[in-house]
């Protein structure tokens, strides 16, 4: 480890120590103050949408989209596959093709790297109020198509000599909702004063992660960001050994894999897995159909709808809007096992195809799952280690539930579950799962399309743990 | 550097070094032999490629595919950008979903790395039979849709107890002639005997080195797995500075830009540079035309048709077959600028969009132009440095013509052209271009999706240089 690597890594375990700051002395009673806020989100008919203004169904093809042509659009989706038990499938997809930027802006107080935070309302959130980067802003919102103010700070994002860049990746988002979704994650140090607006507020890492044990404050946004900066330094650390070591004979010391099996692995199920997706019109979409006030599953089992909110701010660029979210019928698991092996820290991830992903595959928690759908699913036909998971006790490291992001997704709840496994846990898994070392997984997330959000999110939440926190089962 | 990372890039400059090998004494006589066998690749008619079996026409949507659903097709393209003086344009486009293998076998003779090519016969390639991988195949080749012989050798590159993997990535290949499609580049070493089928030879990098620098004999695609391997060597050796250096203040020693700086220009240029391309009905595209012959440009301008032949050869896995190609109507010029900046070597790259991109830009040579269209083109819009490169006189590195692949492109010619920069050229470049250096590059290439196919190409021939030879203009 060179000193100049060890320097940020030591910045960020020194940030993540810190559990208070005097910039921002009391966390709760701010957050509080401005989840008070006269904020609305009422749920509205397709018909209160699509009044002729703003969002329309296009003829034909059925797109709902904005008439400006920017945000985003719900469009339909043809899935073909080679594997599992249904090979075709049709379901709306929310596409967007411009890249918003997800900007923390970082800074040194007292000696300690601190991120300027914001109270951000989305129409969707949980508490209607969550913690974002200091920018999340689509070129929608940036180059005001929708009129309302320029987003705050965006220029530090714009205009690289506004300071220094300390990760800048292009990431993933949810491939089961998205279509080729992917978002610039971007942290940049400065020097320079910034004054932060009553909305933002500076937190150190610790703190951050004493607010990630709890649910529904830290947002989607806000964890991937973070996660890659997070990964920087931990392969920063051990980029010699991670990305050094794929020549070798001998694995990496102590990973199961050395890189190149990884590597392969992943290249290999790529090509096993045929999977093809294309957008198709909305009209007529088998399985489908639209009500008064959703775009719903003909049966009662699917997994979302799309709604409709109009939305009341003081706060946001815009004062007042209608959108469409996709609205999931319940709540996801996400679950992870981890295990040290040869006193290294491992995941089981999983190779897990989706039809919005740009290369039909990204890695996986070892489960992701609806749970309303645990009881009438059979047992034989629940994914692996999904019971494993539910049933840990003594092995649970982390297990809080956190939002996706609520621009685009209406109360959509995961529960983020870590379990360590016992010594029963087989060795031998199925084939579209591998041992990873968390080193391996950090060094992969230093580049876009190789983790999954929901990974991302569970790597950050092991990371940076708080330490005044033990903790306990979420439900 | 590790004794272990020594190994491989060591094992590998000594195959660069051996520029002939008793195993295959006389390569020129070799390929001579197999060039004179009898094959033929025929011009026909859109009416006899379509006859009642085989490829035709679908209703309505004229997507031209084979009846068996597999092989790819050709579809119509539309595509939207904001950038540059075309904002809309459509063109044919050909889609392959499935995933090909590009694999190579390597095994040690002599104390020698020796890599097992293959004469191989393709449509449109120039002199018919060129040296390709071991196993150039996709999932309807090895799987054995057109009822051929399975592909020689492909078992060592679906099961990995076979041989030790030395690199697995997926790549790109044409953004501007397919639509996302991407390949397996892998090369397996190998301990155990393999015996070599009259149509393959064993070759030193030396030896290919040699015939880099002949037009037409080494394929795309024994090139861009070739250019895998070596970019491995090439970060293996150099792992730690180039993946470790991210995080520090001071850029990595001697190159112009640390790498967090390169990842977030790409991210930038990615969020600048809005590409929509969607796939739409080849009936009625606007500006192309159905001749007896060829799909083609309405104006004279184009710069590629649709053309099909006919083929019979008695040593592929199907002795006969009939087959849309796409042909560009000259040679493409992929010339790269290179320097030495404080002593460590730079290639000026650009940031390209391209529509069949899987995430809208990856790093193209300095210029890529069709030659074609030189005299059309008003100098002002000529690309940068385009007559830089064409009037280097000493400065030229590597200066040789190779084909596409003959699979599915006719005669696709390509000007490989390195050229090494004048004290007198400029140091600060437009913003889609960028000074990385050649370690930098490696390292991108050891993942999908950075490195467009001429660069990698490129980074090859001027790796793998041919000790004997001096370069010299091939035109």
Chains 1, 2 share one sequence.
């Not at 375990?13 to 509080?32: C, F, G, K, M, Q």
């Amino acid at each position: 480890m060179t000193p100049v690597l060890a320097r940020l890594t030591d910045r960020l375990a020194a940030s993540a120590r810190a559990t208070a700051s005097r910039l921002s002395p009391d966390v709760d009673a701010w957050i509080a103050e401005r989840r008070r806020r006269p904020f609305e989100s009422a749920l509205i008919t397709l018909d209160e949408l699509t009044e002729p203004d703003g969002w329309g169904f296009a003829p034909g093809t059925g797109v709902l989209g904005h008439r400006s042509g920017r945000f985003f659009t719900v469009e339909g989706m043809h899935v073909t596959t080679n594997q599992g038990p249904v090979g075709e499938w049709w379901q709306p997809v929310l596409v967007q093709r411009d890249i918003a930027i997800l900007g923390l802006i970082a800074k040194e107080f007292d000696g300690v790297l601190h991120f300027l935070l914001q109270a951000k309302m989305e129409p969707g959130n949980v508490g209607m109020v969550q913690l974002s980067p200091t920018v999340q802003a689509t070129p929608s919102n940036y180059t005001r198509v929708h009129g309302g103010r320029p987003s705050r700070y965006v220029e530090y994002f714009t205009d690289p000599a506004r300071g220094r860049v300390l990760v800048d990746v292009m990431q993933s988002e949810q491939g089961a909702w998205f279509h080729l979704k992917r978002n610039r994650n971007v942290v940049v140090e400065v020097r320079d004063d910034v004054a932060a607006h009553e909305d933002f507020l500076w937190l150190t890492l610790g703190q951050i992660g004493c607010l990630l044990q709890r649910p529904n404050v830290v947002n989607m946004d806000a964890r991937t960001v973070l996660g890659c900066l997070s990964a920087m330094a931990d392969a920063g650390a051990s980029g010699a050994e991670v990305f050094g070591e794929p020549l070798g004979d001998p694995p990496e010391p102590g990973a199961v894999h050395p890189m190149t099996e990884v590597m392969s692995w992943l290249v290999r199920r790529k090509c096993e897995h045929e999977m093809s997706a294309r957008l198709v019109p909305l009209t007529a979409l088998p399985g489908w159909r639209r009500d008064t006030d959703r775009i719903r599953p003909e049966d009662g089992a699917g997994e979302f709808s799309i709604a409709s909110v109009r939305v009341h701010a003081r706060t946001r660029e815009a004062p007042r809007w209608k959108q469409p979210l996709l609205a999931p019928h319940g709540p996801t698991l996400a679950g992870l096992v981890v295990r040290s092996v040869n006193g290294v820290p491992h995941a089981l991830v999983r190779a897990e195809a989706l039809p919005g992903y740009r290369d039909t595959i990204e890695l996986g928690p070892t489960v992701r799952f609806p749970m309303h759908a645990y009881d009438r699913t059979p047992p034989e036909h629940r994914p692996p280690f999904l019971d494993h998971l539910l049933t840990a006790g003594d092995g649970v490291r982390y297990d809080t539930v956190q939002s996706e992001e609520g621009g685009r997704f209406l109360h959509a709840e995961t529960r983020y579950l870590v379990v360590e496994a016992g010594d029963d846990f087989p060795r031998r898994v199925p084939p579209d799962f591998s041992w990873i070392s968390l080193k391996q997984l950090n060094a992969l997330q230093r580049h876009g399309h190789y983790l999954g959000i929901e990974v991302r999110s569970l790597l950050l939440c092991l990371a940076v743990a708080c330490p005044n926190d033990r903790p306990t089962r979420s439900r």
